[in-house]
């Protein structure tokens, strides 16, 4: 079902920015947004390398590297959208389920004491010099 579809059949449970009761849930869909261009940059490092984000940014974002680090980054991610529920229940609550089971295998590797694993096609080692 395309977007236009989805408006003639006014049903906008897909939609939180249209929500008009309670608009709080808004500010919760826009997190929602926010996160998924953070974890992006989270999971694909060679796009601090294309993107042009600041300094300060890019410092944040290379600090979450750990097993640990990374099921905190996912588990704060997931309260925020766990905290929408107390508004209303949404769509914003599979966003909150996906996001606390990431978590949840990113602190199972951690507790199991396994490396984490980067990827060359997502822009982990040696990427740079295949730009080059």
Known sequence: MTLKEEFATRNFSIANFFNLIKPILILFGIIALVSSFIILFIEVPLLLRIC????SFDA????????????GAYG??????WLSITVATTSLIA???????????YLLAGVKKQAFVGSKTLGGAGVAQMIV
Not at 52 to 55: F, H, I, K, L, N
Not at 60 to 71: E, F, L, Q
Not at 76 to 81: D, H, R
């Open 76 to 81: 704060v991610m997931a309260l925020i959208q």
């Open 52 to 55: 042009p984000t600041s300094a």
């Open 60 to 71: 944040a974002i290379r600090k979450v590297s750990t097993n640990y680090m990374r099921a």
């Open 95 to 105: 966003a909150a389920v996906v996001l606390t089971f990431t978590a949840a295998c």
